[in-house]
């Protein structure tokens, strides 16, 4: 007999650790599903939206569910709806996996591979503000397939050609003192304008690549960039926004996030999408553990997750068994599910 979700709660734990205190629970079969921390706000949207089209949905079927949701947030292109499908869809698969008694990266691909390569990303750190040697020491000795990070603009800066000198020249000074290529991430910060002005002064092979420059996805400008350094997108890449437009540009990384993209359900359709295409996959941290199962799975197409080192080891503490990264890798658990069981529960 198939199991079909009889019920779907949303609970808030653990208050004091951050904004993201909430998990969705799917029950069915005496069995649990869990996927957070989330938001508030996106528990809310469950409750309010979601939970209902949910129930009677098959546990097995994570295509007839994802479109059940789909249909329930019709229009909405919200970001908040966007990663409540994504968390319903991530606690089905935990859910399955439990039933199925076998990690998810099992259901979605036999065998995945064991352990998962991570890069290390420090946002918290701009290296425009000088070279943070404690933190150059702690990544260099970790293991890491390489690191990430901030390369902010000075808002107040009227002199835009002497900020974007500034930029590049932390850039050449982190080099030297990483003894590797580090990728940079702007944080939604730059404008086209900008970008071209630093771009003038940079040699594209000194960085890995460089992230989300401009606060809205602008793919004709992205185009553009993308001729003249290593351009990565991907992590606002929300459930019903044009993924193959995206992936049609000339990439280093497709950054998406696993539950923000609609969760994991869409998530691989995506992978695959972006390796047929040959673009490398990396996957953006805030949604770490799906994202090391799907990594898992595909090896061939995913070389690496993100790790946040500044705040995904306070979300690890939600969590019944947290994800502890070691040399640079993480070790996916044998344990049934996804993984993301809170820890007072």
């Known amino acids: 007999m198939v199991a079909r979700i009889e019920a779907v709660r949303v609970v808030t734990i653990l208050a004091g650790l951050g ?24 528990g809310q949207y469950v409750e309010a939206v979601l939970a209902q089209p949910a129930l009677g949905e098959p546990v097995n079927d994570h295509q007839s569910l994802h479109a059940a949701l789909s249909r329930a947030i019709r229009a909405d292109t919200s970001v908040v709806a966007s990663w409540a499908v994504g968390a319903v869809d991530c606690a089905a698969w935990d859910l399955h996996g439990q039933l199925a008694n076998v990690p998810v990266a099992e259901l979605l691909a036999a065998p995945p591979r064991r352990r998962v390569p991570l890069y290390a990303s420090w946002l918290s750190i701009d290296v425009a503000n000088g070279i943070p040697v404690a933190a150059v020491e702690l990544v260099n000795r ?10 902010r603009k000075d808002p107040a800066t009227e002199d835009r050609t002497a900020e974007a000198v500034r930029l590049v020249a932390a850039v050449r000074a982190l080099a030297p003192a990483l003894r590797q290529e580090a990728a940079f991430d702007a944080v939604f910060t730059w404008d086209p304008e900008f970008a071209c002005l630093f771009l003038d002064e940079l040699d594209s092979a000194s960085v890995r690549w460089l992230e989300d420059p401009l606060p809205q996805c602008d793919l004709e400008v992205y185009e553009a960039l993308a001729m003249s350094i290593p351009l990565a997108l991907g992590e606002r890449l929300l459930l019903h926004a044009d993924a193959e437009a995206m992936l049609g540009l ?53 070389a690496a997750v993100e790790y946040r080192l500044q705040w995904e080891p306070v979300r690890q503490r939600t969590y019944a068994q947290p994800w502890l990264p070691a040399h640079g890798a993480i070790t996916v658990p044998r344990s049934p599910g996804l993984g993301t069981t809170p820890r007072s529960c």
């Open 19 to 42: 904004e993201d205190a909430t998990f969705v629970a799917l029950h069915a079969a005496g069995t649990i599903g869990w996927y957070g921390p989330v938001t508030a706000e996106i």
């Open 142 to 151: 970790d293991g890491w397939q390489f690191t990430k990070w901030g390369l």
């Open 250 to 302: 000339k990439l280093q990384a497709f950054t998406l996030d696993v539950v923000g993209c609609g969760g994991l359900t869409r998530a691989a359709d995506l992978v695959t999408a972006a390796y047929m295409r040959g673009v490398p996959v990396y996957p953006h941290g805030r949604s770490f553990v799906p994202a090391v199962h799907l990594a898992a799975a595909y090896p061939d197409a995913i």
